[in-house]
């Protein structure tokens, strides 16, 4: 099946500072979506981008699929923002292992 | 938005019972829904796809007899963990897919501890 690969696992940030999260993907895909996993596990979609570059506050994403990657951007990050991020392709959701986010104030 | 309820969040149960996980979807029709698995500090792991009116599709390697799935309405789904094992203790994930392709929407999870 298809291989999602993330980096960095993990990532300590300060408050204010801002990161690039990224998926790599084996294959071509027909969806792509990032996902936030709180600390009490609750999944939160981000955005479903299988190609091109959206903006939602803070979070923005591009994906390039002719180069079969992805990467999620956090500018002037919050407490809030700790947590799991996790990139899935395609109608079932293969998912990457994660990237693990901590915000210290 | 579309809410999928899950419940119970947290559930403790003694080895070789059973122990049945339900997922809702609250505002919306859900005709299929999606069952993942999660150990601590890794990732979802997809399970079985439960299509309503119509039997389960399981994943490679799960134990369709275990992990018991009925989607017998369009709201209303669930997993049962049959004669449960330490081992089976997860955190267990349903998930919908809301109109679009676009649109998914997770329960809350369920942390099972088999004991």
């Known amino acids: 099946g298809i291989q999602v690969e993330q980096s960095p696992p993990d990532l300590i940030l300060q408050e204010g500072a801002n990161s690039t999260l990224r998926c790599n993907f084996s294959?071509?895909?027909?969806?792509l979506q990032w996902f936030h996993q709180n600390p009490w596990g609750q999944l939160i979609n981000l955005f479903y981008?299988?190609?091109g570059t959206k903006q939602n506050g803070r979070l923005s994403a591009t994906t390039v699929a002719t180069e079969r990657y992805s990467l999620l951007y956090i500018s002037s990050s919050q407490t809030t923002d700790s947590g799991v991020y996790f990139c899935a392709v395609n109608y079932k959701l293969s998912f990457g292992a994660g990237t693990t986010v901590t915000v210290r104030a | 938005g579309a809410v999928v309820s899950q419940h119970p969040s947290r559930v403790i149960c003694k080895s070789g019972t059973s122990v049945k996980i339900e997922c809702r979807s609250l505002?919306?029709?859900?005709?299929?829904m999606f069952w993942y698995r999660q150990f601590p500090k890794q990732s979802l792991m997809l399970m079985a796809t439960s299509n309503e009116g119509s039997k389960a599709t399981y994943e490679q390697g799960v134990e369709k007899d275990k992990f018991l799935i009925n989607h017998a309405s369009l709201t209303l789904s669930t997993l049962t963990v049959t004669s449960a094992h330490p081992e089976d203790s997860s955190f267990y994930i349903c998930?919908?897919?809301?109109?679009?392709?676009?649109?998914?929407?997770f329960g809350s999870g369920t942390r099972l501890t088999v004991v």
């Open positions: 294959d071509s895909v027909n969806n």
């Open positions: 981008i299988p190609s």
């Open positions: 505002d919306f029709q859900a005709t299929t």
């Open positions: 998930s919908a897919v809301v109109g679009q392709l676009n649109g998914y929407t």
